[in-house]
T-cell receptor
């Protein structure tokens, strides 16, 4: 069965600094990987996905993620954090019946 | 873009009553809809997968008789929490996957329904 790990419960970063939210995965076969963001009491918003191709994936709101097959990682990054980026971020991998298995989530706190 | 709505957005009910949550794909036809639940400060857990016109596939540990799922059309799936109890209080989120060519076959998530059982 596939799984996703987000080792950090919370990431704190100052506004304007680069941010990284970590994700590692475990799947059999080729991974289909996703990042979503969730604001309080809201559903999930899609940020980006990796299916195949270029290891650096660019997504919404200036976010990007780097797929590293040897390290089985798919870290989310942004060159310059905004206070409005503060939210809960989920990494996910597609599994059977195209359902998603989510990581435990990482809360990003961007300080002004 | 593809939009998924849920109704109601929040509901409070008494223990023992049943609650129905609707999930609609507004501008596309969804061959498959997924139901997730999310406890406070926790991740989303898949409950079941439903395909239009067929029985839902439930994940291990999810009670079929308690969480009734109906996917009667390509734009509507419903989740009914029967005989709700306080431990059923959670945030329920649906997602929909479109027909081929819609959103690259990816899932689009609804805004969620917060259920509180007193």
């Amino acid at each position: 069965a596939q799984s996703v790990a987000q080792p950090e419960d919370q990431v704190n970063v100052a506004e304007g600094n680069p941010l990284t939210v970590k994700c590692t995965y475990s799947v059999s076969g080729n991974p289909y990987l996703f990042w979503y963001v969730q604001y309080p009491n809201r559903g999930l918003q899609f940020l980006l996905k990796y299916i195949t191709g270029d290891n650096l994936v660019k997504g919404s709101y200036g976010f990007e993620a780097e797929f590293n097959k040897s390290q089985t990682s798919f870290h989310l990054k942004k060159p310059s954090a905004l206070v409005s980026d503060s939210a809960l971020y989920f990494c996910a991998v597609r599994g059977l019946r195209r359902a998603l298995t989510f990581g435990s989530g990482t809360r990003l706190q961007v300080q002004p | 873009g593809a939009v998924v709505s849920q109704h109601p957005s929040w509901v409070i009910c008494k223990s023992g009553t049943s609650v129905k949550i609707e999930c609609r794909s507004l501008d596309f036809q969804a061959t498959t809809m997924f139901w997730y639940r999310q406890f406070p400060k926790q991740s989303l857990m898949l409950m079941a997968t439903s395909n239009e016109g067929s029985k839902a596939t439930y994940e291990q540990g999810v009670e079929k008789d308690k969480f009734l799922i109906n996917h009667a059309s390509l734009t509507l799936s419903t989740l009914t929490v029967t005989s709700a109890h306080p431990e059923d209080s959670s945030f329920y989120i649906c997602s929909a996957r479109g027909l081929a060519g819609v959103g690259d076959n990816e899932q689009f998530f609804g805004p969620g329904t917060r259920l509180t059982v007193l």
